[in-house]
């Protein structure tokens, strides 16, 4: 009997310290998801179902193209960083000692006061074009930090973590929603417009160096309305054959 005894009481202190723990799980898993509820409740959204642009908390201007989104938390005057999924232009407000994050796929960029582009169409070809200030690219992985200066854009490669520093194109200036053509070679104006529209134009047997453009381009107007404008102002053609563009006499 005392045997029976001591099993019994062992058996209800098993059956007791069980369900202690289950209760304390059951408790951590609500109270988790609470929490996950509070902190998504905490996070904006920014969705651009088509372009538009739109101005943070602290002043900061955002182009964003079709299909982008921003993150911003709650208290982003006070924490000055975003998620970014898609393509966006930034003029960042300077703010001492308080920098400015964009948060990307295992990477980042930091800035004081500056304005750039992000294209992440591609993972394998994310890219960063800054135009004035300065910015620091950092790759989370290893804490790679990249210092950009204007007129040069980095090829980030989200998926090896791998980067490229290159020029960006001449006489091709962002100011206030516009990228301002200012006797721009033909040529590099084509390779901008591969780059921009993720597209491929060909150029026919013409004087390439000599053919300047003086104009702009908003961030968001169609490619087939840049061609035209191109067409007119050089008095020449394009043609869209396949997958490519081709412009000549």
């Known amino acids: 009997r005392i045997r029976d ?31 996950e509820e509070v902190q998504q409740q905490n996070i904006q959204f920014i969705t651009a179902t088509e372009s538009k642009t739109c101005i943070l908390p602290d002043g ?11 993150r911003l938390p709650e208290n982003f005057i006070g924490n000055r960083e975003v998620w970014l999924t898609g393509n966006s232009t930034f003029e960042v407000v300077k703010q001492n000692g308080n920098c400015f994050k964009v948060h990307l796929t295992n990477s980042y960029v930091e800035v004081k006061g500056t304005s750039f582009f992000i294209n992440q169409d591609i993972p394998e070809a994310n890219i960063i074009a800054l135009y004035s200030g300065k910015i620091n690219f950092v790759q989370e992985k290893n804490e790679q930090i990249i210092e950009l200066c204007p007129s040069q854009r980095i090829i980030y490669n989200s998926v090896e973590a791998s980067a490229q520093v290159i020029p960006i194109y001449e006489n091709i200036h962002w100011e206030n929603g516009n990228y301002r053509l200012s006797q721009t070679n033909l040529t590099d104006l084509v390779n901008f417009l591969d780059w921009k529209y993720n597209t491929r134009i060909e150029l026919g047997k013409l004087p390439r160096k000599s053919l300047k453009i003086t104009g702009y381009i908003h961030y968001d107007e169609p490619l087939e309305s840049v061609l035209k404008k191109t067409g007119y102002s050089l008095n020449l053609r394009y043609e869209q054959l396949d997958d490519k563009y081709i412009i000549h006499k």
């Open 5 to 35: 005894s001591r099993f019994y009481f062992l058996k209800i202190t098993t059956v007791a310290a069980a369900s202690i723990l289950i209760c304390l799980f059951i408790s951590k898993a609500f109270f988790q998801e609470k929490t």
């Open 60 to 70: 900061t201007k955002v182009w964003m193209e079709a299909g982008s989104e921003l």
